[in-house]
């Protein structure tokens, strides 16, 4: 099978219900999630850990689930379960006990591997910025929220894992309250 078709030379694509130029909304929100998804494939690269690759894998694979839910030219079926969301809560609050307590914002940083989920969190924030403008991805908002949360998160456990400090903004306050023990 040949890879390439032609027939978006003249500046059109396909989605499901008809074709729609390349400046579509729906091909570009298609764009920014196939570059996120390209961005959590480097951090994944840089994973040791078996935790973290195995849940950057899953990310992918979701990532193209909900990239398939925009296929279509009017409204899709709600074809993911997004209790995907409750997923990355779950993982966050297990890696939260592994990192230091966050007290100031720190610098995107640290290992490669942290910096690289770093680059995914800044992308994946892109990806919410933009889906807010389009209707058919209103229900998959609450996912990209959380995931950009989840890859800080991670980043912050990978520098855990590599023995390197998150820094933090040293002009900054401390901005994050600390965390209240249960009596």
Known sequence: MKRYTRTGDAGETSLIGGRVGKNHPHIEAMGLLDELNSQIGLALSHQTDETLRQQLTKIQHDLFDLG????YADEPPKTVDLSIVKELEEWMDDFETSCPEL??????GGSIPAASLHVARSVCRRVERDLTTLKVAKRQLPYFNRLSDYLFTAARYANVIAGVADQEYERGAAVFQPKRKKE
């Open 68 to 71: 398939s839910e925009l296929m």
């Open 103 to 108: 007290v100031r914002f720190i610098l995107p």
